[in-house]
């Protein structure tokens, strides 16, 4: 089978995706993958059609024309009857993992953004944040208007203040990680 191919408009040219990726198992069956799901079928037999949800992937391997999918621990490998399938199979899960980890990545970034963290520096992997200190004038102004010690002290306790830093980080496997300080 060959997979079915949109076409879409990208800056004036004619570009062709792959949205979907289809094949024969070495088995018998056949598979039919989207970009979110997956269905392996037999047909003239009385297997039920399998289907696969690859937000429940974790990751994919390929030897050769074999593709494992490893699922919450477990692995479940097709062999395909090219290498072709396996290549297309293999691509389609991979890009939807990192898809779906970018997405992660990008919304931790944005929640310590609400919290108050500016961002510093940032590669496709890693993220470094930091929370700025705030001096709250109010507290400074009525401590020197009572008693100018505790406002000496209140300075020192500000300038004491460490800086608030925050590292979010997407790790190999594609799983994300903050780390707050």
Known sequence: MRPRLGVEAIEG?????NYDVSGMLASGGEFHATPSMMEVIYPGTDKPPVAIDLGEVNGVR?????????????????????????????ALVRHYNETKNAEEFEHQIVRLYM????????????????KPKKFNYLIASLLFLLIIYPAVIYIFYYL???????????EDTGEVVVRQT
């Open 62 to 90: 390929r030897k050769g024309t074999e593709v494992t999918l490893i699922r919450g621990g477990r692995e479940t490998a097709l062999r395909t009857t090219g290498l072709a399938e396996a290549g297309r199979l293999e």
């Open 160 to 170: 004491s203040l460490p800086e608030k830093t925050a590292l979010v980080i997407l």
């Open 115 to 130: 919290q108050g963290y500016e961002l510093v520096a940032m590669t496709p992997k890693i993220a470094q944040l930091r």
């Open 13 to 17: 040219r004619q570009m062709a995706t």
